[in-house]
């Protein structure tokens, strides 16, 4: 007996599983598992992937669906990991609990997400043995291996699946252990999605659906990683509500992230009832991708969610991106993870700010992504990660050396580049200005009085 367990944590997750398993990506097996894993930070009070409107479509590709949550209760997904000493008895309790057999007679094989960090990194510890496949999770796969992983698993990683967000350009993710990345056909993703549509409450777009087609705002709960406050995020969604009232669009749509708090859109309603436009909410947790199958939005507007390159690569629809200029500025430590996808958001995506750019634009072809973004996001990616990526310095160098210019400084930071000696760092004869407490202040005050315009 072999059986493949498939460990997913959203309704996005799941539904890139199922498009890989329907494309022919994985052998056959004698079982497979979708081991569902609720990540947010109260569980109780949120719903879990396999409670979601349309994951009943995608059920029949599992034999069975398991619960983490209640494999390891009561620690939280997102915080536990199971002790060296203790992970054979982890392994023989979840093969029990799941009637796995024995190792020598079921083995198994694990296809996770996300696998630098708990949850899927605690479930790989627990199956020493097993093969591992990686599916990326979005932009993030473009980045590099957020944390150095231990070789113990990461040599077992034989492939990463991904879906083909960017033509030509090659994720980074895992490259360190020689894992080759493998496409996920868009052609399978989307037919998945539109099974997905077909469950979706008319309750949830009903309001929304009604002609013309509205402009479709994301939310980002960047609160919740301190990443901006709250009166900030606050802001920056106004920010996105104004700009799509500029480009001339009177019926706006906002699908908040699904555990930010209701005050958001309850400041949205108030900016919408002021601008005279008409505003829907969807409180219902339901994906962007299901929206833009049931809604068409004329225009997609976000920070730098990922649903932004599936709404412009998968579907043809008019985007645009704001708030990435402060996103940039903010995100700490420079190895902070989302540092790629905002910098891809930003570096190719119009800003919401300049309506002839908006207008104009249209998603590039695979050779201009390769020849625009390869080097920027190998630069970035050997910035955030020097120690795990030694052997992209030279190429780093080059690119500093010659494309380090007004466009392309906002992607780093001048202390990072002193810290790593690369082009561009802070001379020699004014590193003290970094430690001079005057300087530090006045930065300080500089940023303040920045910060304090972003509305």
């Not at 599992?62 to 392994?91: C, M, Q, T, Y």
């Not at 490259?175 to 409450?201: C, H, I, M, Q, R």
């Not at 087609?213 to 990683?225: E, I, K, N, T």
């Not at 380090?404 to 001048?414: A, D, H, I, V």
Request: charged share 25%; aromatic share 6%; glycine share 6%.
């Amino acid at each position: 007996m072999r059986t493949q367990i498939f460990f997913a944590s959203s309704l996005y997750g799941a539904a890139t599983v199922a498009a890989a398993l329907d494309a022919g990506c994985f052998d056959a097996a004698d079982r497979r598992v979708l081991l569902v894993s609720n990540n947010a930070a109260t569980p109780e009070t949120s719903p879990s992937l396999d409670k979601m409107a349309g994951f009943e479509r995608l059920r029949d590709r599992f034999d069975r669906v398991l619960s983490w949550n209640d494999a390891i209760r009561p620690f939280h997904p997102g915080g536990w990991s199971p002790r060296a000493d203790d992970v054979p008895l982890w392994e023989r309790h979840l093969r029990l609990l799941w009637g796995l057999g024995e190792p020598h007679q079921d083995p198994v094989e694990l296809i996770v997400e996300s696998i630098q960090v708990n949850p899927a990194l605690a479930l790989c510890q627990m199956f020493p043995e097993a093969p591992v496949d990686v599916y990326a999770d979005g932009l993030m796969s473009y980045g590099p291996t957020r944390n150095k992983l231990d070789p113990l698993v990461g040599t077992r990683v034989r492939r990463v699946l991904h879906l083909d967000l960017l033509p030509g350009l090659r994720p980074l993710l895992l490259t360190e252990f020689g894992v080759a990345p493998e496409t996920v056909p868009t052609s399978a993703f989307k037919a998945v999605l539109a099974e997905l549509t077909a469950d979706v409450p008319p309750s949830v777009t009903a309001r929304a659906a009604k002609s013309p087609p509205p402009a479709l705002l994301l939310g980002q709960y960047m609160s919740a990683l301190d990443i901006l406050s709250a009166d900030e995020e606050e802001r920056l969604h106004v920010r996105m509500l104004r700009g799509a009232v500029a480009l001339g669009h009177r019926r706006v749509v906002f699908k908040p992230h699904p555990v930010a708090p209701a005050r958001h859109s309850r400041v949205l309603e108030k900016e919408a009832g002021e601008l005279g436009v008409e505003l829907t909410v969807l409180d219902d947790p339901v994906l962007a991708e299901v929206l833009y199958e049931r809604l068409r939005p004329a225009l997609v507007v976000g920070c730098f969610s990922t649903a932004l390159m599936t709404a412009s690569a998968f579907y043809g629809l008019r985007v645009a991106r704001t708030g990435t200029d402060l996103l940039l500025e903010r995100l700490k430590p420079y190895q902070n993870s989302n540092r790629v996808p905002v910098t891809l958001v930003d570096a190719l995506l119009p800003d919401l700010d300049d309506p002839a750019a908006v207008e104009s634009w249209r998603a590039p072809d695979a050779e201009r992504v390769s020849s625009e973004l390869t080097g920027l996001v190998r630069t970035v990616g050997f910035c955030m990660q020097a120690q795990i990526y030694p052997d992209l310095r030279p190429e780093a160098e080059r690119f500093l050396s010659t494309k380090l210019n007004e466009r392309t400084w906002p992607y780093f930071k001048r202390r990072r580049l002193t810290a790593l000696g690369l082009p561009g760092a802070v001379p020699s004869q004014l590193s003290f200005l970094p430690r001079n407490a005057v300087v530090r202040r006045v930065a300080r005050r500089a940023r303040a009085i920045k910060r304090g315009t972003l509305g």
